[in-house]
């Protein structure tokens, strides 16, 4: 049965192409002094910085500039970032580019006035925060994360070896969005691939939890739907806008908690994959698609109905003269086939995870209960030989 909820997005979104030009009428109802951040000089390349520092100029903004954000932002970079925002007194942070860059701009937004340590208060003892948040506004140009219209930051600490997300409330989500498809063209064909995995993931993170009859299933179906058939035509013509925009607003859809309200959730491959990225700084997207299907094979005879489900609404599976079983299992090998056909990365030895990592792999994985099947971690062991 539907769970009672109280819902509120505060992102207002610009979607399509040329929605940088709503940046101007964003600008002018935040403070003078804005940070901004950006990674490791993509923007650069493509030209976008210069137009952002235009807006910026010609709305009269102090610029005060935050570079060389890193895929999988650090502890070390979040205090160095906190304390930037901070001397600058800083009214705004613009973060521009894709998930790390986001989830980076919200830690520091939180961090930058905290009394206390950041990592230790948000995430080792996922404290709320008590101090003042300074405003965030993202212009993105990676799709996956979601990052532009929640509240999660995950950071990773490599000394502790502990990777970490904390979704923080409506108070830290990004004021707005911008969100142009034609930005994303430029992504290196192994981010965009990695982006269409963490969206399925985030996905089937909520579907498949829970046996009652709910909206959000049939709605994940229709995302899933059509993130498959626009992959698909993405991966071979990458400047697709039809396809890149559908799998934009898709990625947006999959994590805005809209279809999480109400109903369980799972959330355990992103708990194996943020250990595997703590280990290895390996790409978010291929931490998940590496353990996936270990993961719902292992799990898919405690979830039997979802999984057959999933076979039939999702990929057309006919169940004539199949087992439930039967049913279940094809669906997820055409889920193998579609990832195959789209060149993900099938196993983690290919992302530099060693068997000497598996028991400390094991023991940075949080074990969640949402799922069909609570893991153990010599379950999260055994998922990670069948990953290999
Ligand atoms: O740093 P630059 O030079 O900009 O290059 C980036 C980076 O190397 C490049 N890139 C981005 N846009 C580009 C581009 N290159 C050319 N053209 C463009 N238009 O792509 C690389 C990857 O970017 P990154 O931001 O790291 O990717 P993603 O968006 O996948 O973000 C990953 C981070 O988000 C977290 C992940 O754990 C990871 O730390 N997540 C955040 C979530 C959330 N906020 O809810 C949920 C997710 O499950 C995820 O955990
Ligand atoms: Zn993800």
């Avoid at 910026?56 to 890193?70: N, R, S």
């Amino acid at each position: 049965m539907l769970g009672n909820f109280t819902y509120c997005n505060p992102t207002r979104l610009h979607f399509g192409k040329d929605s940088l030009d709503q940046l101007k009428t964003e600008l002018a109802n935040v403070g003078e002094r804005v940070m901004l951040v950006y990674g490791g000089g993509s923007i650069k390349k493509t030209g976008l910085y210069d137009k952002i520092i235009a807006i910026l100029k010609e709305c009269g903004k102090k610029v005060f500039e935050d570079a060389g954000v890193m895929p999988n932002p650090t502890v070390e970079k979040l205090y160095e970032g906190a304390a930037a925002a901070r001397e600058n007194n800083v009214d705004f942070i613009l973060a521009v580019g894709g998930g790390s860059v986001c989830d980076y701009s919200k830690a520091v937004s939180v961090s930058a006035h905290c009394e206390s340590d950041p990592w230790e208060k948000y995430y080792l003892k996922m404290e709320e925060p008590t101090c003042r948040i300074i405003p965030v506004g993202c212009i993105l140009t990676m799709v996956g994360t979601g990052s532009e219209m929640n509240g999660g930051a995950v950071i990773t600490n490599h000394k502790t070896k502990l990777k970490i997300g904390h979704v923080f409330g409506t108070e830290v989500y990004p004021k707005f969005a911008v969100l142009d498809p034609v930005l994303t063209f430029t992504l290196p064909e192994y981010q965009m691939k990695a982006g269409f995995f963490d969206i399925m993931s985030h996905i089937m993170e909520q579907y498949f939890s829970g046996t009652d009859d709910n909206t959000s299933d049939y709605v994940m179906e229709g995302l899933m739907r059509s993130l498959i058939h626009s992959s698909r035509i993405a991966v071979k013509e990458p400047r697709d806008y039809e396809a890149r925009s559908n799998i934009m607003w898709t990625a947006t859809w999959a994590l805005n908690t809209m279809v999480a309200m109400g109903k369980s959730t799972d959330w355990e491959v992103h708990m194996i994959g943020q250990s595997i990225g703590a280990y290895t700084d390996a790409t978010h997207g291929m931490t998940l698609s590496a353990v996936s299907l270990a993961y719902y094979r292992y799990i898919m005879n405690d979830g039997l109905d979802k999984f057959a489900r999933f076979a039939e609404n999702v990929w057309n599976v006919d169940p004539a003269g199949k087992t439930k079983a039967e049913l279940a299992g094809a669906g997820l090998d055409e889920m193998e086939k579609w990832m195959r056909e789209l060149g993900l990365v099938m196993n983690i030895t290919e992302l530099g995870v060693k068997e000497e990592m598996f028991d400390g792999i094991a023991e940075g994985t949080f074990l969640l209960d949402g799922g069909y099947r609570k893991l153990t971690k010599a379950a999260v062991i055994e998922i990670l030989r069948q990953s290999r």
